[in-house]
């Protein structure tokens, strides 16, 4: 099995910066491409930048220009830096993607508990 665990939230003032953590541990060959995700309170998940194992990226055109991922192989851990913080940043944050374990399946974990980021005006 492959477990998540995200670090770094906390609460900021608007137009601060945060720097998230996804560790990724467990029965893992490979990681492969990977997203942060947030949830604010009565809206859905939302995929708000993505990073393939190539080093690709994509962002959601609200965090454009604010957001950078990155990650480490090595350590099995994907980074999100947050410049430039807003109010309607403020959410649940996440991390997930796709792995091959080391009987060599390809598979995506559970969700793990996410990291809050409050941003206050």
């Known amino acids: 099995q492959v477990q998540l665990v995200e670090s770094g939230g906390g609460l900021v003032q608007a137009g601060g910066s945060l720097r998230l953590s996804c560790a990724a541990s467990?029965?893992?060959?490979?990681?492969?491409?990977m997203g942060w995700y947030r949830q604010a309170p009565g809206k859905q998940r939302e995929l708000v930048a993505s990073?393939?194992?190539?080093?690709?990226?994509n962002y959601a055109d609200s965090v454009k220009g604010r957001f950078t991922i990155s990650r480490d192989n090595a350590k099995n851990t994907v980074y999100l830096q947050m410049n430039s913080l807003k109010v309607e940043d403020t959410a649940v944050y996440f991390c997930?993607?796709?792995?091959?374990?080391?009987?060599?399946?390809?598979?995506?974990?559970?969700w793990g508990q996410g990291t809050q980021v409050t941003v206050s005006s």
């Open positions: 990073i393939t194992s190539g080093g690709s990226t």
């Open positions: 467990g029965s893992i060959f490979s990681m492969n491409a």
């Open positions: 997930n993607g796709q792995f091959v374990d080391t009987y060599y399946r390809s598979m995506t974990p559970s």
